[in-house]
């Protein structure tokens, strides 16, 4: 079965500093991975993904992940948070064998970034 | 173009009666799936309709149904609403591939009473 891990409620960073947000993942075969942020009473906004090839991926907003395949990790990475970047952040996972849009997505992870 | 957009944005109902949740995908998108989040939860899976057919259902009761029309668009319907029911029900569309991402509407929120 697939599952998706997120192990941290939370994570506070200040800003001006990286910023990381770690996501572990079981998926028979090689999966297909996201990140999705939630900004408050909103939908999920869709960040990046990585299907195959480099294991760095970038996406909106200046956020990037990064693809670990031995420690099967998919951690979101920024090189400088902005207050602005404080959501909710969901990491999901597909695997190649299931219906286009049925994503299995962790529990989710709060940033708060301070000024 | 037009994201997905979905009606009514929020609902009161009471224990016991019908909700019926509407989705429009984004243009040339075929594929529609609806995702219950619960407060403090990620979303959860509870259908795909893709072609106006069923093809994945997550672990939800039968009270859950859902249908897709010619137009792509979709309608989520629950019946003998329980208080638990109360959450963000969102919904996704995308092209009929697996390596793409999915695109989310704003979502839904159902308060039962």
């Known amino acids: 079965a697939q599952s998706v891990a997120q192990p941290e409620d939370q994570v506070n960073v200040a800003e001006g500093n990286p910023l990381t947000v770690k996501c572990t993942y079981s998926?028979?075969?090689?999966?297909?991975l996201f990140w999705y942020v939630q900004y408050p009473n909103r939908g999920l906004q869709f960040l990046l993904k990585?299907?195959?090839?480099?294991?760095l991926v970038k996406g909106s907003y200046g956020f990037e992940a990064e693809f670990n395949k031995s420690q099967t990790s998919f951690h979101l990475k920024k090189p400088s948070a902005l207050v602005s970047d404080s959501a909710l952040y969901f990491c999901?996972?597909?695997?190649?064998?299931?219906?286009?849009?049925?994503?299995?997505f962790g529990s989710g992870t709060r940033l708060s970034i301070r000024p | 173009d037009a994201g997905v957009t979905q009606s009514p944005t929020h609902l009161i109902k009471t224990r016991g009666q019908h909700v019926t949740l509407r989705c429009s995908p984004i243009?040339?998108?075929?594929?529609v799936s609806w995702y219950q989040q619960v407060l403090g939860q990620g979303p959860q899976f509870i259908f795909q309709?893709?072609?106006?057919?069923?093809?994945g259902r997550g672990n939800f009761p039968d009270r859950f149904s859902a249908r897709q029309f010619p137009n792509y668009s979709s309608e989520l319907n629950v019946n003998a609403l329980l208080l638990g029911d109360s959450a963000l029900y969102l919904c996704?569309?995308?092209?009929?591939?697996?390596?793409?991402?999915?695109?989310f509407g704003q979502g839904t929120r159902l308060t039962v009473v």
């Open positions: 996704a569309s995308s092209l009929w591939t697996t390596n793409t991402e999915a695109f």
């Open positions: 998926v028979s075969g090689n999966p297909y």
């Open positions: 990585y299907i195959t090839g480099d294991n």
């Open positions: 999901a996972v597909r695997a190649p064998s299931s219906s286009a849009s049925k994503i299995i």
């Open positions: 243009s040339g998108h075929k594929s």
């Open positions: 309709y893709y072609e106006k057919e069923e093809r």
